[in-house]
Nanobody, 116 residues
Framework: VQLVESGGGLVQAGGSLRLSCAPS????????MGWYRQAPGKQRELVAAVISDGVTTYGESVKGRFTMSRDNAKNTMYLQMNSLKLEDTAVYYC???????????WGKGTLVTVSS
């Protein structure tokens, strides 16, 4: 089983994208933990993370512009990204936990490129 991100692509600065993350097997229930990103030549950084039930923390650079959410019926997590900036260009990774197997899983990433 793997997590599969989608929704990345090329967008102009100021635009929006919504990333999705779902397991490759629909019966594999995910508990969203967060989104991370890695820009070329930089370390992976936090974008958004669930710190407790109903409470999400965001990286300083994305606060007020990005929103993490989930749809339990679809077993999918999302990252809504608005007012995109050039510096948001990165590969975005989702991270989720599975209670049955008792461990976290990572997606392989989806590339977001913001152009001027």
């Amino acid at each position: 089983v793997q997590l599969v991100e989608s929704g990345g692509g090329l967008v102009q600065a100021g635009g929006s994208l919504r990333l999705s993350c779902a397991p490759s097997e629909r019966t594999f229930t995910i508990n969203p933990m967060g989104w991370y990103r890695q820009a070329p030549g930089k370390q992976r950084e936090l974008v958004a993370a669930v710190i407790s039930d109903g409470v999400t923390t965001y990286g300083e650079s994305v606060k007020g512009r990005f929103t993490m959410s989930r749809d339990n019926a679809k077993n999918t997590m999302y990252l809504q990204m608005n007012s995109l900036k050039l510096e948001d260009t990165a590969v975005y990774y989702c991270n989720a936990y599975n209670l049955t197997y008792g461990k976290p899983y990572w997606g392989k990433g989806t590339l977001v490129t913001v152009s001027s």
